[in-house]
C-alpha cells in the first residue's frame, strides 16, 4: 500500500500546571503573589462561597429561593479568576460563579436575590459593568468578545489603560458553536479576553468524554490560534498564576487566552438536580479527596499558617456576614408588578401603555401580585 | 388486556408515547441533551435508554444548533428523529435549521427528500424556574411555512399528538405544557392511537361564548368556564392543539351559536397566536360577531423572574373580566 | 448650504445615515460580512472603511450568531454597534442573541445596563436572487419584547428612521427593503434628522379606504391606490415604518373615515403582522368596521425559487381584488 | 520574573500533502490509483466542470440565469472528492460544487434549473440521497454529521456496508460554530462523515487570514479531536489520496476526518460579485499560474499522456455535452405556479386549499405566473 510523504506544517502543545497536589504538597517554587496573605486570604474567600452556597441550597430546600447552581467544590476557580482582575477589568460571568461574584464585590442578596427570581439581584450596585449571570449557554463568551472589543476600542480612541474581559464557562459550554466563534473572533481580532473554563466533569447528567472526543478542553483554543493552558482547578494559586498571566498579556495588547481548570463537581447540578441517577458514589467520593478548600488548608496548616484558632475566628466571621446579608435580603421590599414594564425600554412607548395601566389595576385590585 | 389502565400525567404520557414509537418503528431515534442516564430534566424519557439502549436514546453534547441541525440529515435518509431541546429558551440557536432547512426541505427538493422531524421542547411558565426557563415563543414557529406546531393540554392529548406527531411525514414542533406535567392524571391506554394533527378539539360545550386556548391555559380557561356557569353563562372551550395548520372551523362552527369569543395564551400578545385567530375569526365571521374577539396573554414584556411570573401569566380573573367584556359588548347603534 | 441636494436612492440614504452617525458619535461602529473594502454586497457601506477607518468599520469572520452576540457585549459597555447581516435569510443563527439578550438586557439588569445596538438585514424578495435570499420574516421579531422593528419604504425615510435608529436608547432590527433599493431617488438632504419610531406615516390620503403596508410592498400598494382614484374611489396608505412598538392610533383614526381597511405584506400570512393589525382594529374600531379587515400577503408556503416569486408575492392584482372586496362588503342582513 | 514548570499534556501535528508542485512536475511517487486513464478522466472532468461554469455564467450575463458561483480554479477539489466516493455515500454540498456534482452524476441541465430559480434542479434525479445545494453557510455540515448517524445506524441495524457522508464547504465555512458544532459532534460520536474544505483565500471579500488567526484551517479539527491534513488542492492526485484515505478510514468504523484544500478563487465569489473592488490584479495573475487544470496537462503531456489532438477530440465531446444539456434545459416547460404548494407537506393540510385555490384562479387569470 501507498503511504505517502507528508511535510510537517504546524506542530501545537497542550501543557498542565499545578503547585499543589492533591494532598497539598507544592510540586514547584510558588509564584511571588502568593504570599501567606494572599494564601489566607483565598482560603478565606473559598469558604465565604462555600458558606453562601450552602445556605442557598439549605433555602431552595425550605422553598424560599428558586432552583440554585451550587459552586460546591469549585470554589478555587471563581476566587482566583476574580482575584487576578482588576476592578475596571469586565467579568462575564456563567451561572455557577458564587466565589467570582463575592470577589467581584456582589452583594450576597445580590446573589440571592438573583436566584430567589428578583431581577434586582442583576442591577449589581458595585459593579456597574459586569455582566449579569448567563443561563442560555456560552453565549457569555460572545459577549466577552464584544466586551473586549469595546475595551481595546476605547483604548485605543481615547489612550485609557488596556482594560480586560473574562469569560467564564463549563466545559460542557466549549461545545456549543458560541464558544468557539468567541474564541476564533477574539483570536482574529487579537482581543484582550481570557476564557476560563470549569472543567467539572459533567455538564448536568453528561461526562466529559461525552462531550467532546478531544484529550483536553484546552486544545479548544487551537482551533483559533489562541493560546491555551490546562491547569488544576483545585490548586487555587495554579489557576491564579494562570488567570493573572493571560490577562497579563491581554492588557499588553498580546491577545486572548483560554484557560482550562480541572476540577470536580461534588454538588448535584443544581438544586433540581439528582445526580444519584447518573454517577457513581465512589466517583463522587474519591473527588472529595482532592477538593480545593482542604487541599490549600493542608498545606497552610503544613507552613504553620493556619490553625484551629483561626479556623474558629473566620467560621464566626463568615457566619456574621451571611447572616447580616440574609436580613438585608430578607427585609427588601417586594418590586411592584408594573416593575416588568420599568425597564422595557429606556422610555416606555405609548403602545404599551394601556397594559401598563391594565396591570397597575389588576394589581391594585388583588394586591397579591397575581398570586 | 383486562388490567386496568394506570392513570398516568402528561410528562408519564409523553414518555409512554415515546415507548411506543420506538418499540414499533427502528427508525425511530431520541435525543437530546441529559436524555440518557437522566431520563430527562423532567424526566420525559425516563427509562428509554435503558429499554432501547444508546444507540437510539442518545445524550447529545451541549449544542443547541447541532441537535436542530443533525436531526434534518438524519430525517433525509429516512429515520425519524426525536429531538430535545431541554427548555424552550433554549430552541433559539435551532431555528435556523428549523426553518431553513427542515420546513422546506421536501418543498425544495420537490419531494425527493423530507424530514419526518419531531423537536420537542417543555414550555411555559409557572414553575418558578429561573430565567430563561419560562418562554412561551410558539408564534414564531407557527409563522414558519411546512412546520407543524402542536400543543397538548391533557394526558390523552400529549400521548395521540405525539404518536401522530412522531408518524407525521413532515416536521413537527411539539411543545409540552410543563406547568401541568404533573397537574392532573388520567389513564391513558397504551393502544397506538394518534390522534388527528389537524382537527380542534371541544373541551367544553356552551353556547354563550367561545373560548380558545391552549396548553396549560387551558386550566384557568376551563377554571373561568366553570365560574361563569354558575353565573348562567355556557362557555363554550376549544384546544385547536395544533397550531399550525390550524382548524380555524371548528372556532367558526362554535361561533355560530355563540358570536363571541375570547383567546388565552400565555405568549406575549403583540403577533401572538391570538392576533392570527382574531384576524381569521373578523375574515370569516365578520356577520356572525357580536363583539371584538378579546385576548388575554401575557403581557407584551419580558417574562418576568419567577416573583412576577404570575403577575404576568394570564389567569383566571383577567380570562373572566375579558369573557365578560366579550359578553356584554353591545355596538354603539345598540347601546 | 446652498448646493442642491442630489436625489439618492434607498440604499445610498442608508449610507449616508452611517455616515453622518459615525461622524457625529465616536461610539458608533459598524461591523458585518463584506461591508469594508467591498462596501456591503449592496454598496450600503460603500467608501465608511476609507472614510472611518477599519477600527470602526469591519468586516468581521463569517458568524452569524458572533455578530449578533458581539453587538450585546459592546453595547453593554457604552458603544454604538450597528451589525448588518447579509441577507434576512441569515439573521436565524443571530437570534438568540437578539431575543434572550438585546432585547432583555436593560430589563433584567433593572436599567444597569442597555443595548443601544441597530442589527440592519436586507430583507424581501422581488430581486431574482437564490435561495434563502428573498426572506421576509419579520413577524418572528415584531413578538419579541423589548426589541424595536423598523422598516424604511423611501429614500428620506431610510435616512431619518435610520438615524432615529441609531440614536435609540434600546435595540432595533432595521429591514432593508431590498427590492427598494434602487427603485427610486429622492433628495434626501444630510441635516441629522431623525423621523420618530412612534409614528406612521399617512403616504396618501384618502376617505374610502385604509392601506396598509410597508417596506416594497408600498409600492404596489400606492399603485393600486392610484389605479382605485381612477374609478372615484380615494384611498388613504398608511406606512407604519416601525412595525414595533406599533402607531394603532394612526390607523384607527383613518379607519374613522374609511371604515374599510386592507393590510398588505411580502410575508406569509399565517402569524404575519397582518394578524396583529387586523387583531387591534376589530379590538379598537370594532363598532366603525363595515367589512373585515382584508390581508394581502404571501402564500403560507416556502418563499419560492424565482421563477415563481412573482406568483407569491403580492402584486397590485392581489392588491386591487381585497380592496374591491373590501370595499363592496355589506353585512348579511344590509345586502 | 517566576516561570512556573509546565508539565506537557498533549501535542498534535498538522501535514501537508502534495503530489505534483506548481509546475506539474511529481514531488514523490504518486498513489497506485493514480493511473494514466484515472489522470485522463479527471482531466476530463474538470475540463467538463470549467466549460458549465464558462456557459453558467455567461447565461448569467444575458440574464437567462440568476446569480451563479463558479469554481474557476477549484475544480480539482470537487472532482477528486466526488470521485472517492460510492454511489451510496451521501454527499452534502455547498453552493460551488459544478466539478463534484458532475461527478455525483447531477445532471448540467438540473444544475442551471437550480441556479435559474427553479426547485426541480435540486431534484436530482441520478442522486435519490444526496443533499441539496445547501446555502446557509457551513449549516450543510451538521446535516452530514446527521447523515452520518444514520448510515452508521442503518450499519448496525441491518449489517449493511457502512457508508460515509462527504460535506464540502469553502474556508469561510469554519468560522461558523455549525462547522464546529458538527466536527465536535463527529469527532464525538466517531462518525463516518469527512469535512472538505475548499480553502481558495477568500470568502466574497474577506481574506483568509481576516477569518480566523488560526495558521491552517486544518488545524480546527484539533479542536474535536479528529483527523485533520492540509493538502495541494490544486493538485487533483493530492486531493484524491485525502479524501480516499479518510473516507476508506470513515467506511472502517474509525471516524471522521477533516482536509483542508489549498487552493484558490480565480473567479468572482458569484456573477453578482466585482472581486476588483478588493483583491489586487497581480495576486489573480500569480494565481492562475498554479490552477489545477493546466498543471495536470503538463504533468500528462510531459509524460506522453496527453495532447493536442486529444484535447481537441476532448473540446468537441465536451461542446456536444454541453449543447445537449442546454437544450433538453431550455426545452422544459415551465412549473405551473401552483407547485409552490404541492411539496409544502406531504399532504396539503386543508387549512391552506383556499390559499391554493386562490392561487390557481390568479395564475388562470393573468397565465403569467405572477409576471
Ligand atoms: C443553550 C442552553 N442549553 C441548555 C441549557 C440547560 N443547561 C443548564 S446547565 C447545563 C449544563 C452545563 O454544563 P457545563 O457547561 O459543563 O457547566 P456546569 O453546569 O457543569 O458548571 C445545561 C444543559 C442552558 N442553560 N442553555
Ligand atoms: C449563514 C450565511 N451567511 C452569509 C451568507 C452569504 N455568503 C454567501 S457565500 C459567503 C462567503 C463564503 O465563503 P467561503 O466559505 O470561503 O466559501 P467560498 O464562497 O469562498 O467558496 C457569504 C458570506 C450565507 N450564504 N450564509
Ligand atoms: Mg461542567
Ligand atoms: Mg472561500
Known amino acids: 500500500m501507498h503511504k505517502p510523504r507528508l511535510q510537517l506544517q504546524a506542530s501545537f502543545d497542550i501543557a498542565y500546571l499545578q503547585y499543589l497536589d492533591k494532598q497539598g504538597q507544592t510540586t514547584q517554587t510558588l509564584p511571588e503573589f502568593a504570599t501567606p496573605d494572599w494564601l489566607s486570604y483565598c482560603l478565606r474567600q473559598m469558604q465565604l462561597a462555600r458558606l453562601v452556597d450552602d445556605r442557598a ?7 424560599r429561593l428558586g432552583t440554585y447552581p451550587s459552586s460546591l467544590g469549585q470554589e478555587a476557580i471563581g476566587v482566583a479568576t476574580a482575584n487576578a482582575m482588576i476592578g475596571e477589568d469586565i467579568y462575564c460571568p456563567y451561572y455557577r460563579e458564587t466565589g467570582a461574584f463575592l470577589e467581584r464585590g456582589v452583594l450576597i442578596e445580590e446573589i440571592l436575590a438573583n436566584w430567589g427570581g428578583d431581577e434586582r439581584g442583576q442591577n449589581f450596585q458595585h459593579q456597574p459593568g459586569d455582566l449579569p449571570v448567563c443561563i442560555p449557554i456560552a453565549t457569555q463568551a460572545l459577549h466577552a468578545a464584544g466586551v473586549a ?5 476605547r483604548h485605543s480612541q481615547d489612550g485609557r489603560p488596556l482594560q480586560v474581559a473574562v469569560a467564564s464557562s463549563g466545559e460542557g459550554a466549549t461545545s456549543k458553536g458560541d464558544f468557539y466563534e468567541a474564541m476564533n473572533l477574539a483570536g482574529a481580532w487579537q482581543l484582550p479576553v481570557v476564557f476560563v473554563v470549569n472543567n467539572n466533569q459533567w455538564a448536568i447528567s453528561v461526562p466529559r468524554h461525552a462531550q467532546t472526543g478531544t484529550q483536553t478542553i484546552a486544545q479548544k483554543g487551537i482551533a483559533a490560534g489562541i493560546p491555551a493552558l490546562q491547569v488544576d482547578g483545585n490548586d487555587v494559586i495554579a489557576v491564579a498564576w494562570a488567570v493573572r498571566d493571560a490577562i497579563a498579556r491581554a492588557r499588553q495588547g498580546d491577545g486572548p487566552a483560554l484557560i482550562e481548570a480541572m476540577t470536580y463537581r461534588l454538588c448535584d447540578h443544581t438544586t433540581a438536580d439528582d445526580a444519584s441517577r447518573y454517577r457513581s458514589a465512589r466517583e463522587l467520593e474519591d473527588a472529595w479527596q482532592w ?8 498545606y497552610l496548616r503544613a507552613q504553620g499558617l493556619w490553625s ?3 479556623q474558629q475566628d473566620l467560621d464566626r466571621e463568615l457566619a456574621q456576614i451571611m ?11 417586594p418590586e411592584p408588578a408594573t416593575a416588568i414594564f420599568d425597564h422595557l425600554y429606556a422610555q416606555l412607548p405609548a403602545a404599551f401603555y394601556e397594559q401598563y395601566d391594565q396591570l397597575r389595576d389588576e394589581q391594585a385590585q388583588t394586591g397579591n401580585r397575581g398570586e | 388486556m383486562g388490567e386496568e389502565t394506570k392513570a398516568i400525567t402528561l410528562v408519564e404520557a409523553v414518555t409512554q408515547a415515546l415507548a411506543h414509537e420506538l418499540e414499533r418503528d427502528g427508525d425511530v431515534v431520541v435525543f437530546g441533551q441529559d436524555i440518557g442516564a437522566n431520563g430527562g430534566v423532567f424526566r420525559a424519557t425516563d427509562g428509554l435508554q435503558q429499554r432501547f439502549g444508546s444507540e437510539r436514546v442518545l445524550d ?12 434534518v440529515g438524519m430525517a433525509t435518509q429516512g429515520l425519524r428523529p426525536v429531538a430535545e431541546f431541554q427548555f424552550m429558551g433554549f430552541i433559539y440557536p435551532g431555528l435556523d435549521h428549523i426553518l431553513n432547512h427542515a420546513a422546506r426541505m421536501r418543498n425544495r427538493t420537490r419531494g425527493r427528500l423530507s424530514c419526518p422531524i419531531v423537536y420537542r421542547a417543555p414550555y411555559g411558565g409557572g414553575i418558578h424556574a429561573p430565567e430563561h426557563h419560562s418562554e412561551s415563543t410558539e408564534a414564531l414557529f407557527a409563522h414558519v411555512p411546512g412546520l407543524r406546531v402542536v400543543v397538548p393540554s391533557s394526558p390523552a392529548r400529549a400521548y395521540g399528538l405525539l404518536l401522530a406527531a412522531i408518524r407525521d411525514p413532515d416536521p413537527v414542533l411539539f411543545l409540552e405544557p410543563k406547568r401541568i406535567y404533573r397537574a392532573a392524571k388520567q389513564p391513558v391506554p397504551d393502544n397506538g392511537e394518534a390522534l388527528p394533527l389537524d382537527s380542534a378539539f371541544v373541551l367544553r360545550e356552551g353556547s354563550d361564548l367561545t373560548m380558545v386556548a391552549w396548553g396549560a391555559s387551558v386550566k384557568e380557561t376551563l377554571a373561568a368556564a366553570e365560574q361563569l356557569s354558575t353565573e348562567g353563562i355556557q362557555a363554550e372551550v376549544i384546544d385547536p392543539a395544533t397550531l399550525k395548520p390550524l382548524d380555524i372551523h371548528s372556532i367558526i362552527d362554535s361561533l355560530e351559536k355563540t358570536r363571541r369569543c375570547v383567546v388565552v395564551h400565555e405568549a ?9 385567530i382574531a384576524a381569521q375569526i373578523q375574515e370569516y365571521a365578520f356577520d356572525l360577531l357580536e363583539a371584538p374577539v378579546q385576548r388575554v396573554t401575557g403581557y407584551d414584556t419580558v417574562m418576568p423572574y419567577y416573583q412576577l411570573e404570575n403577575a404576568y401569566l394570564p389567569g383566571v380573573e383577567r380570562i373572566l373580566a375579558s369573557a365578560r367584556i366579550a359578553l356584554e359588548y353591545a355596538r354603539e347603534g345598540d347601546r
Open chain 1, 57 to 63: 441550597v439549605k433555602l431552595q430546600r425550605t422553598g
Open chain 1, 149 to 153: 472589543f469595546a475595551l481595546k476600542y
Open chain 1, 308 to 310: 484551629d484558632a483561626k
Open chain 2, 60 to 71: 447529545t453534547p451541549l449544542a443547541e444548533t447541532m441537535i436542530a441541525g443533525i436531526a
Open chain 2, 268 to 276: 406575549a400578545r403583540f403577533g401572538g397566536l391570538g392576533a392570527e
Open chain 1, 291 to 298: 477538593e480545593p478548600i482542604k487541599r490549600l488548608d493542608s
Open chain 1, 323 to 333: 447572616e447580616a446579608a440574609l436580613d438585608r435580603w430578607e427585609s427588601r421590599d
